[in-house]
DNA sequence: CCAAAAGTGTTCCGTCTACACCCATGG
DNA sequence: CCATGGGTGTAGACGGAACACTTTTGG
């Protein structure tokens, strides 16, 4: 029954993840130096193969799991790479996944351990392979998926200040955002609440807290950014 | 130097084609009955396995032309399809890609030869494994990409009626449009071109033929539909 | 007292939307 | 002469962009 299959050939897939961070004040992503051959001491994103037993998804999620250790990170598919000559050792294809994640939750041991580093998107290095290919369809993707839904919270922490949030739509698009029309947009919607505390870190006067609210969003999901 | 890769597994790719055409102003998808099994005699997207030697996007346009006989087709890739148990008969990573076709290209001959079918996309049957997941899936990017590029002319003739793009674009959003404001939005689209020609068959009075001029197109990219 | 970031409204302009009637022609 | 689809303009609503000053407080 299953001889229809034998007669095509077997490849290895694999995924790759786009990590992106927000950190002082710049979108970052994280990469690191491949240690293995081919390829071996060049830049690289973090990645690993799909096995038999497990979907793609699931492969890409264990991949940010094994590099980060967090669990239930929002991600999502930027598509198949699958050139013949992309991985000089052999036939892989891959399938690269972006994810959003808050620095902040990310242990700095890790960076030592998986030798990664955090790399400003607006300067990466010339990287393996078409992961640099890779890295220019995420932002691309990410950039169209942060206007239309609430996932920059991702990237912060819990409870963020408003110059946080503008400052990170302003990394992300690559312009600068006026802050009265900011601040406008951001009142009308409901989800985005106030809380009592204040963050006196950044500045003297000190700047109120905002948390995004799930509950709230779901209720009537209207989000433009 | 390749022993690296001998811990993993390997697994069959594939890829599935989503081909919109449009006719009788309706989107629709050609789909057949599947004639092996798994799902034999299922409703299926064609699809084909990708060969060691060829790139996915290859693998994507050979599929497309043993079926359709064209070449240098509009295509772009959805993504990959990976579940563990999306094909009932052995593991396989499928990656969907949508067509733009225009239907009167399709020599009907094939329509028997390969035994598939137009199917209007708001009628779909339900479809073998996940195929129903692609066909949503490219419909949505699809429609996004109709609305910011000069990509839904592929699915017209090379001459047609500001009426047949205006029932595209109906077909493709599922709204209807006011006739006088889309031809307003036209108009200031240099790119869409008058030509002399008269189209008599669809009304008594005869309608404008109309062209896409790519090269004025490339000289000032600015579409909005 | 001053530097540094937080916070706050109004006006203007351009874009999108709604809307109805005459035209040309084949039969 | 009439049925059928082709073709045309304007006014009002709405949303986005531009724009500057006051507040708070730690040092």
Redesign the interface.
Known sequence: ??S??FE??????SVDCIIFGFDDNQLKILIGKRH???GRGEWSLYGG?????????D?ADRTLYELTGLRNVYMR?V??????ERDP?????S?AYYALINVKDYEEQLLKTHQVEWVNVENMPKLFSDHNDMVRQARKLMRQKMRTEPVGFNLLPELFTLTQLQKLYEAVNGEEIDKRNFRKRIKEMDFIEKTEKIDKLTSRRGAALYRFNKKIYNEEPNFKL
């Open positions: 029954m299953t229809f299959y095509h050939q077997k490849i290895y897939v293995m051959d081919p193969f799909v096995r038999n037993d497990e979907s793609v998804d492969a598919q598509g198949a790479f699958g050139s013949v050792g052999e036939r892989v294809v399938v």
